[in-house]
């Protein structure tokens, strides 16, 4: 039942991440730019949303020349699939590198990713994680991954 519900998971992940016609909106408490903008630094209660998706965090930093994008400390992001099934990542650290169309997720604490289908939902936990934005079905965590399906939870 887990190597059915793991490729269902990774499919949800990564199409729902691909990128949406809507533009990004970021708010925070705080707002600090240097050098022209080159480096842009969000503090407190940061919201990133572009729909279907939403990431928060307390810090959030971008940096123009390679449009990398650091988020730090309680990073959630949440996902809604054309579907309606909805998805939760939580990590303390992430990075979105649009040039390799990934979000990398890491912490001291497991990476947790928390899905509720129409019928199903599915824990799993693991070490480092990593989201592909651009290729639906692929997804990944590694080290000490762990996790479960709850048939008819939904």
Request: glycine share 8%; aromatic share 8%; charged share 25%.
């Amino acid at each position: 039942m887990k190597l059915y519900a793991l490729p269902l998971l990774c499919f949800v992940l990564a199409a729902t991440l691909h990128a949406a016609d809507e533009p990004a909106t970021i708010t925070s408490d705080e707002l600090e730019l240097q050098n022209n903008g080159e480096l842009t630094t969000f503090r407190g209660h940061v919201v990133l949303t572009q729909p279907p998706y939403e990431v928060r965090s307390d810090k959030m930093t971008r940096t123009k020349s390679d449009g990398l994008v650091k988020a730090s400390g309680h990073v959630v992001g949440t996902w809604l699939s054309p579907k309606k099934e909805k998805v939760r990542v939580e990590s303390e650290e992430a990075l979105y590198a649009p040039n390799l169309e990934t979000v990398e997720l890491w912490g001291k604490k497991p990476v947790a990713v928390f899905l509720k289908g129409l019928k199903d939902e599915a824990h799993f936990i693991g070490d480092r994680g990593w989201m592909y934005t651009k290729t639906p079905g692929k997804a990944r965590l590694i080290g000490n991954v762990r996790g479960h399906v709850i048939p008819g939870a939904s």
